[in-house]
């Protein structure tokens, strides 16, 4: 479509749009009122739309496409139901500040008084999530989209939920695609850099980097910084972030309160580069939300929206100093697999083991991803995509997006069982797609974070149904190949590093159910 | 735990209000912040605690068990992400004025100005679906959950959101549970039922019935009514009804805004008892959003809210008649099931033959569902449990639901194939409780009710990838099997009425695939 003289329905003038901002995929769960928007997607040259049976996957799937691509995706969602269904994955989204356009169809302007059974107030998910944008007529479209890519390029809220109603997608309009400016990143302020560098300088300085991505040129700037200063390094649950044997490792801050607060106990001053200040995961009776000692000072450096490696560099100019080159130290050789029964770490030696340079590596796995995560900094270089909003069920829809986004790229998927259930129809689209992606089941049949925090909290539940999920034990092979995806179980290392090659020898996705010994 | 000395958390005294108001069942997917909530929902006696691998279950479960019993179950949900998974269900529990109680466990109330990951404003999910009820310290758990009972069982705003943080879920009270006294059905006006009554004696007056049930006594009624006055009568979408060769049938408005404006073309005044002025389900071009003659008269008497047998037997007085005893006409006997490949038809004919007397049926399937209730008049009595509000995915956790609340009773599911995916998980719940449940999807590997509405509004859409399902095809027989109910896949009408005869033979969760020929 010629942006120039695009004359055709209103959904077509939002999806010209999109293109003409560069914004040429759509995970889409479409119904009868996003019809329009269904044959503007088809017949829009250069759109790539990829179909899931489940609101959620749509939604995080076009979050990791974001977060791999560095541009938005869209999603479509059927009114306001299709969209509380996406909901979850889009919480992680905002959590991480990852630029997303939800596009939710909804009733022909004049029928939503009629309050139709599908009718709802879909201003009260969107203030749940992100920023409304209301389409009010076909000619608005345009401008419409325009504002909600604005919205998602943005420093500030970067979730865009654009409303269509059913009558503006299907009237009229000869509107030309607006083109939106890519916003400046704001630089960061001298005076702020030379104290920011000073406290690292002191003892118990410590750099605390997050946000949407931590890159190789972002790792070799923090150890420049480091070997300079003397100061720890570490990251929160950044969204995206470089490992692996070429790129320096920093330490993860831990998940458990009490770890947490002793990883912190040292420090003199924080220097949050697009960080928070760290939070427990939960509040727990006796324990402070904030585990960074009360007398430490914080010093925020940028936020989420700022560019983490331009900080970076100004603190590295500060210190003159250059980003190192490679990792910095030599990481540890990866170990032998543990051939015998499967735990979580001959599990994650295996997953450590498989990886192949360029790899993106999804992980949802708290419970039994330690063991890949504490061998990462000494496998082949790779992309990891953590689910950090908290909201369960992101893993297999990102493996979807990232998948679509890097092509080129293996996929490989550590996800707990559990969490697994919650978007499991991925699978079907990763079939559908014939997606480079392998996912490894950690199968320990519990919700074994809960068994671990209850324990934590003093709570005997001998033989609570609530955490058990082996009554029956969910066949994960057999669900995947009733998915099309091809799905083997094993129960020891050497089985598993076996599977993983045969998944890596082999185009199109694999699921492997890893039974952990109980 | 006896009510009159109860000592123990908040969360002890949450479980125990609702225990001693009748409340015994909840449908569970917590996490860290409902631990205290699961520790009291274990330990008190008379709880069944019913576990589901994905939110929707709970909440599409927790609706039809209210359904059938008449009475709320809890639904316990993990913070705002959790909750944000079970809307759509309680979306449709809302449209058709199903009581529910909605248990959602936030952060510690001191924590939640760190604003954690999982932090949200639940406040906003809350408003688009229900009330909602804060519990403010332990003492109040008691207090709040009857405040959500008595919210539930009102006759406005039937979903009670409580939102219980884990401080006052883990706190210690003495607090004793409050007793809900039950709110007394309003008695219609005698004015409205006597100008009701003359304008149904009048050509062209019409009966439209809806709201939560149509039982047997109703239908009995309406069918003396239409004897008495000659009017029509029809149903809405109601949550539930009775059905077969036992009651009288009444015929329901159709999907479609075609067919609904011609059933109603003739109505002179629609007397509304139960139910809201029919709509059409979406606004389409030159139609209009209310199918009724813009000349009719409406007569709201009573609203969903109401008691739809003392309405109508108020009518009934003023005829001065009684209720018809049994069918009223003879009702046409069950087709031979045609054996050949399978079509809505025939898939209609062996499901219709293969309820058993007093089985519950649950329908989500709008493309393929017809057959069965064009028969459902002549098939063994039964209720049918519709997915009313139009949110997808109510179908298989409407089954799970059915099941736990009526185990002497044998539940049927209707099953679209592109609908039971959105919830699929219900399968594992079917599996883990051993639920008397046979679901028969209808596999015609289409988004069909897309395709259906795409023609009807002149849309060529050949070979879009958005409304087809069918590469690959689900293998639903492998998915169930995986979850641990055993599965077929049948392609003719004989081998439909084999697997359904051997499915009510074994005790437990069936599935059947029917394949429909293309």
Known sequence: MDSAESAGTGADLLVATALANGIDHCFANPGTTELHLVQALDRAPGMRSVLCAFEGVCSGAADAFARITGRPALGLYHLGPGFANALA???????????????????????????APLTSDIGSLSEWTGRLI????????GPAMAEAIRGALGDEQRISNLVVPADHAWGSTTGVPPIVERPLRRRPDADMVAVATAALARPGGTLV??????????????????????????????????????????????????????????????????????VTFFGYPDTPSYPLPTEAGRIALGGPGDDLEMLLAAIATELGVEPSEGPGRTPAPLPEVDPGPLSPRNLGQAFACAIPE??????????????????????????????????????????VGAAVAAPDRSVLALQADGSALYTIQSL??????????????????????????????????????????????????????GFGVPGVAVTTGAELVRALDRAAAEPGPHLIEAVLAG
Do not use: K
């Open 89 to 115: 994955n889009v919480h992680n989204a905002r959590r991480h500040h990852t630029p997303m356009i939800n596009v939710i169809g909804d009733q022909a302007s004049w029928h939503l008084a009629a309050d």
């Open 428 to 481: 079907w689209t990763m079939a559908r797609e014939r997606l480079d992606v392998t996912v490894v089941i950690c199968a320990n049949r519990r919700y074994q974070i809960l068994d671990v925090e209850l324990a934590a909290a003093g709570i005997e539940l001998a033989g609570s149904e609530l955490t058990a999920l082996d009554d029956p034990p969910v066949d994960f092979a057999g669900v995947a190949a």
């Open 358 to 399: 360029g790899a993106i590596v999804v992980s949802e796995a708290i419970s039994s991803g330690g063991g890949y995560r504490a061998l990462a900094p000494s496998a082949a270089p790779h992309t990891l995509l953590a689910v950090t909003g908290g909201a369960i069920g992101g893993g297999l829809p990102a493996a």
């Open 209 to 278: 980097l997050d946000g949407p991505a931590i890159g190789a040129a972002a790792l070799r700037l923090a150890e420049a910084i480091r070997l300079a200063t003397g100061c720890t390094v570490t990251s929160g649950r950044p969204a995206r972030q470089e490992l692996g044997s070429d790129v320096p490792a920093i330490d993860q801050l831990p998940y458990f309160p009490q770890p947490l607060q002793l990883a912190l106990a040292g420090v003199s001053t924080a220097v949050l580069v697009g960080a928070e200040e760290p």
């Open 134 to 141: 209301e389409v009010t007529s076909p000619d608005g479209a």
